[in-house]
């Protein structure tokens, strides 16, 4: 394997932290994703970005920008990569999903912030993670107090811009939101030097969208009764999805998907017939958050669906590719990204029906409603989901954690009831 060290050495990284993450990396991933059995040869491609997560990818990205293209961090699925796509510039995911961040991030944030939000500031500050060395920009939006806080700390030291995601789904907040994105617009445009046109904005949509239907075959893949793809599997192209090249994830998910519909007619399933089918709701999992769904089938069931950020919220709903001018291209972006159902929303009935119709759609047993400690939005819907999963009559588990895992043996117990409890 290339010697990454001259590359995160120029990016002042601290290497010796950095190679104490390095060196726990691949046991976690052995124990939780090769140990599998029965694997589909096209995980193969995912396998490989891990095995040099923090090299294949960041060298890219820097040679991208010794050709003069620029690189945007982002935090959530609301910031829309057409708009950076179009402008010659490249996206990347940036959310922490591991504890080895968190203790860095609780030097600047209070330890009652989430997870994901310390890890993040964690993983800047800390100087461990490449992809916050590289970005030239990072863009926050407005979708949690711990998130607008921790923005106002990344700006001290990077350069930061901030999209106020609007509360409610009006139609004037559509309108809003399309607003913001023509502001966005503009900043992307000063800071690459290009101008984001009808052409390139089009061409963007249709790529990004390409990219979303190479997701979603994958996923119609999880709602046959021969399970092909274990839930972990899923997630972690999923994870990867958030930074890998969008052409490339396509074309990657593509042939997957080609591999699962085949498996599907061979009747080739990664779980034993009755296992049961497990709904995972709630909060993302960035990389590399795999604690819960390993815990989930290694205790008997399998993940079939994820409603989350890191999972249906991330690719259902297509921008329109009918629209010819900037505004209507501009009006289509926002009303695709506004129809994502987060629960920074209110009232947030559309995140319900979501929950609902996806149990049904991926004939699901029970759903685990995940909650990271101390996300008050997730937490304060908890309610809301699991009433509208007794009316439904589908089986329903609260769960809260974090990224540690003290807590494994203890949800192991809580999953196990659940699960034997749905016979």
């Known amino acids: 394997m290339t010697d990454r060290h001259p590359m995160w050495e120029s990016l002042g990284m601290d290497l010796e932290n950095h190679d104490n993450l390095c060196a726990v990396l691949p046991m976690a991933f052995g124990d939780t994703y090769l140990s599998q059995e029965n694997r589909p040869e096209g995980m193969a491609f995912w396998d490989m970005v891990v095995s040099d997560i923090h090299g294949i990818r960041p060298a890219e990205l820097i040679e991208a920008q010794e050709s003069g293209q620029k690189v945007i961090g982002t935090f959530c699925v609301y910031v829309p990569d ?22 860095d991030g609780e030097k600047y944030l209070p330890k009652d912030t989430c997870p994901l939000v310390k890890a993040s500031v964690g993983a800047r500050f800390g100087r461990t993670c490449p992809f916050f060395r590289i970005a030239d920009l990072f863009v926050g939006e407005t979708t949690c107090d711990g998130k607008k806080k921790a923005y106002e700390i990344l700006a001290q030291d990077a350069p930061t811009y901030v999209m106020d995601m609007p509360q409610m789904k009006r139609a004037k907040d559509v309108a809003k939101w399309a607003d913001e ?57 999923m994870q990867i999805a958030f930074f890998d090249d969008p052409a490339r994830c396509a074309e990657m998910c593509n042939k997957l998907a080609d591999e699962l519909e085949q498996r599907i007619a061979d009747g080739v399933s990664v779980f034993p017939e009755g296992t049961k ?79 609902l119709r996806l149990a049904k759609e991926y004939q699901v047993d029970g ?13 304060t819907e908890k309610r809301t989901i699991g009433a509208a999963c007794e009316e439904a009559g589908i089986p329903y588990l609260g769960i809260e954690t974090d990224y540690d895992d003290a807590d494994a043996g203890q949800l192991r117990t809580r999953i196990e009831a659940f699960i034997e409890m749905l016979g």
């Not at 057409?82 to 203790?103: H, K, R």
């Not at 960035?286 to 079939?304: D, L, Y």
């Not at 919220?313 to 972006?333: C, N, P, S, W």
């Not at 759903?367 to 937490?379: Q, R, S, T």
């Open 181 to 237: 994105i023509r502001d966005f617009k503009g900043v992307v445009e000063e800071l690459t030097g290009n101008e984001v046109t009808a052409e390139t904005l089009g061409a963007a949509i249709k790529l990004i969208n390409d990219k979303r239907r190479a997701l979603a075959r994958v996923y119609d893949c999880r709602k046959n009764k021969v399970i092909p793809i274990s839930g972990k599997d899923a997630l972690l192209m």
């Open 82 to 103: 057409e708009v950076v796509v179009a402008a010659n510039a490249i996206v990347t995911g940036l959310c922490g999903g591991s504890q080895f961040w968190v203790p």
């Open 277 to 355: 089918r497990i709904m995972i709701a709630g909060t993302p999992m960035a990389i590399p958050n795999w604690k819960m769904h390993h815990i989930v089938e290694t205790c008997g069931g399998a993940v079939v669906v994820e409603e989350a950020c890191t999972g249906t919220r991330y690719f259902e709903k297509l921008v329109d590719e009918t629209q010819t001018t900037l505004d209507g291209q501009i009006e289509a972006i926002a009303e695709r990204y506004m129809g994502i159902n987060c629960a920074c929303f209110t009232p947030n009935e559309g995140r319900v029906d979501d929950v």
């Open 367 to 379: 759903v685990i409603d995940v909650n990271l400690k101390f996300c008050g939005l997730y937490n």
